[in-house]
C-alpha cells in the first residue's frame, strides 16, 4: 500500500503532478520535444524553478543526450517525447540503454484513454513496442497514479542492474484534475534486487584466488554502474591478479597501472585477449561474457574455471556457465572479496603468480599497441586520437560513435578515471556521439567534453550541434573523416574481396563538415596533414563559450588491429593483416 505525505495533497491536473512528480524524484533536465499528446506536460513546465528543458532537435537525441547525461553523473537521465513517431524515435536510445544497463526514464504522451487501440491520430502502441528494452514500462491512464508510477519508475531504472524505464502518460489522464500526493514508502513485492552477496560462495571464491596460478580480472561496466572502482583497485593490488576491462569498463582501472593489460575482445589487445584464452581461473565482474569478447564461444578460455558476479542473476551462466556464481552488488561483492583475501592471506595462502606475470609481461611487450602509417602520406586516424588524448588529458570525458573511431579511441586514449570514456557498447549504435556528448557536458559543465565521430555517424545526429550552440553547451567533435562507412569497409576488405558496396561516403567532402559546423552556430576547423594536429586540438580547446567541430581528413585504408573475426575463436587473433602473433618466438 502506497502512502502519501498529508502535506503534499493539493489539487491540480495530472500534467502538473507529472512535473511535480518528476520535481520530487531530482529531476534537474529534461531533454525532449513537445507535441500534441505531451503538451499538456509542457505547460506546468514551463513555470518549474528547478527543471531545466532541453530542446532538442531529433527525439533520438534526446534519448542519447539522456544517456550520456546518466553515464557522466550517475543520476537517471530523462527524456520526454510526443505520441506515435515521437514515441517510436526513443526506441533507438531505449534500447542502447537497455543494452549498457544505462538508467534512464522515458516519459512519452499517449492519445487519450478512450482513443487507444483505435488507430487514432499518432497512437502507437510504445508500451508494447519497448516491453523487449525497458527494465519495466508503464501505461497511466488514471491521473491518481501518476505520482506512484514516477516513483517507482526512477527507483527501478536507479536499482539493481540499472537500465530504462519507460513512462507512457494518456493525454486525458493529464488534462484532468487529480489530488497529488507523492509516495513515502514504495511496495513493490515483485522487485527486490539482491546486492549482498553469499558468503559461502565468497569464500570458495577467495579459495580460487590464492590457489590459481593464471588467475585473471575480468571486469565489465558492471562495476561502474556499481561505483566499485576503489574496491576493484584495491582487490587487484592485494590479490596482485592482472585486469582486463571491457570497452563499457574503460577507466574503471587505470590504463597506468601496471596490473593492466588492456582491453579484451574483438579489438583487445594481445595480453589482454590471450591471458582470458590461456587463464586457469576468470574472475567476471560485472560482465556478460559478451560475443565480442569471448570470440567462438565454445572455444573461450578452455582450462579456466568461472566466478561469476552480477547484479542480475539472469546474466550468470547465460552463455559460460559459472563454476561459482555470486548474485550481487559489485560494491559489496568486491569488498567482502577484499575481506576474504585478507583471511585467506592470514591463514598463509598467498597466491603465486609469478611466472603467469613472466608471461604476461613478454605478451605486453612483445605485442604493443601500433599502427603504420600511410605510404601516400595521408594523416593517420590513430594519431589524431592518440595526439588528442595527450594534448587535452585524461581529465576530460570522451565520447565515441561507433565503428572504427570508436575502437581506435578505445585502444590510443589512456583512461585513468572512472566515467571519461561514454560509448555504446551493446547496441552499437551510430549517432551515439554528439547528442551524448551534449548531455555529458549538461551533467559535467566543469569538464571538457569531446566526440569523436566518424564522418558516417556524425551526420545522422549532427542536427544536435543547433540544440548545442543555442543552449550554450559548448560540446567539441572531432570527426574521422576517412569518406567511408570505415569499420564496414575494414570488413569489405578482409572477407569481401575489397567489394566496395555502399560504403564510399564521397571523398569530395559533401558535406563540408566545418562550413556545417559554422552554419549551426559552432566554430569549425579542418585539418588534414600531422604537422597541424597539435595546433588544431589546441585551437579547439581555447573555445569554451560554443561547441567546436574538427573535420580531420583520414587514410580511408586504416584498420584497426588486433582483430578477431566474428565468429573465430580468439586463438586466432591477428595482430596485421595476415599476420598471427608468433606465440614461439624467442625473446
Known sequence: MVQGHSDDAETMTGAASLIRSLERAGVDTVFGIPGGAILPAY??????????????????????????????????????????????????????????????????????????????????????????????????????????????????????????????????????????????????????????????????????????????????????RAQAWPELRQLAELSGLPVVTTLTARGAFPDSHPQHLGMPGMHGTVAAVTSLQKSDLIVALGARFDDRVTGKLSSFAPGATIIHADIDPAEISKNRVADVPIVGDCKEVLSELIVAIQAEHAADRQGDYAGWWTQLNQWLDRYPLGYATSDGGELAPQYVIERLGRIVGPDAVYVGGVGQHQMWASQF????????????????????????????????????????????????????????????????????????????????????????????????????????????????????????????????????????????????????????????????????KGMAPDWDRED
Not at 530542446?55 to 533520438?60: A, C, T
Not at 523487449?132 to 508510477?149: C, F, G, M, S, W
Not at 570527426?479 to 570505415?486: E, R
Not at 578477431?564 to 591477428?574: L, R
Request: with cysteine; charged share 20%; proline share 6%.
Open 413 to 576: 586514449i589512456s583512461y585513468e578515471h572512472p566515467g571519461t570514456w561514454l560509448n555504446s557498447g551493446g547496441l552499437g549504435t551510430m549517432g551515439f556521439a554528439v547528442p551524448a556528448a551534449m548531455g555529458a557536458q549538461v551533467g559535467k559543465p566543469d569538464s571538457t567534453v569531446w566526440a569523436i565521430d566518424g564522418d558516417g555517424c556524425f551526420q545522422m545526429t549532427n542536427q544536435e550541434l543547433a540544440t548545442c550552440a543555442i543552449e550554450g553547451i559548448p560540446i567539441k567533435v572531432a570527426v574521422i573523416n576517412n569518406a567511408s562507412l570505415g569499420m564496414v569497409r575494414q570488413w569489405q576488405t578482409l572477407f569481401y574481396n575489397e567489394r566496395y558496396s555502399n560504403t564510399d561516403l564521397h571523398s569530395q567532402r559533401i558535406p563540408d563538415f566545418a562550413k556545417l559546423a559554422e552554419a549551426y552556430g559552432c566554430v569549425g576547423l579542418r585539418c588534414d596533414k600531422a604537422d597541424d594536429v597539435d595546433a588544431t586540438i589546441e585551437k579547439a580547446m581555447s573555445v569554451d563559450d560554443r561547441p567546436v567541430v574538427v573535420d580531420f581528413g583520414v587514410h580511408r585504408d586504416a584498420m584497426v588491429w588486433p582483430m578477431v573475426a566474428a565468429g573465430t575463436s580468439n586463438d586466432e587473433i591477428q595482430i596485421a
Open 43 to 224: 505547460d506546468p513546465m514551463f513555470d518549474s524553478q528547478q527543471i531545466r528543458h532541453i530542446l532538442v532537435r531529433h527525439e533520438q537525441g534526446a534519448g542519447h543526450a539522456a544517456e550520456g547525461y546518466a553515464l557522466a553523473t550517475g543520476r537517471v537521465g530523462v527524456c520526454m517525447a510526443t505520441s506515435g513517431p515521437g514515441a517510436t524515435n526513443l526506441v533507438t536510445p531505449i534500447a542502447d540503454a537497455h543494452m549498457d544497463s544505462v538508467p534512464m526514464v522515458a516519459v512519452t504522451g499517449q492519445v487519450a484513454s478512450a482513443a487507444i487501440g483505435t488507430d487514432a491520430f499518432q497512437e502507437a502502441d510504445i508500451r508494447g513496442i519497448t516491453m523487449p528494452i525497458t527494465k519495466h514500462n508503464y501505461l497511466v491512464t488514471d491521473p491518481a497514479e501518476i505520482p506512484r508510477v514516477v516513483a517507482e519508475a526512477f527507483h527501478i531504472a536507479s536499482t539493481g542492474r540499472p537500465g530504462p524505464v519507460l513512462v507512457d502518460v494518456a493525454k486525458d489522464a493529464m488534462q484532468a484534475q487529480t489530488t497529488f500526493a507523492w509516495p513515502d514508502t514504495l511496495d513493490m513485492p515483485g522487485y527486490h534486487p539482491t546486492t549482498k552477496p553469499h558468503g559461502k560462495q565468497i569464500r570458495e571464491a577467495a579459495r580460487l584466488i590464492t590457489s590459481a596460478k593464471r588467475p585473471v580480472l575480468y571486469v565489465g561496466g558492471g562495476v561502474l
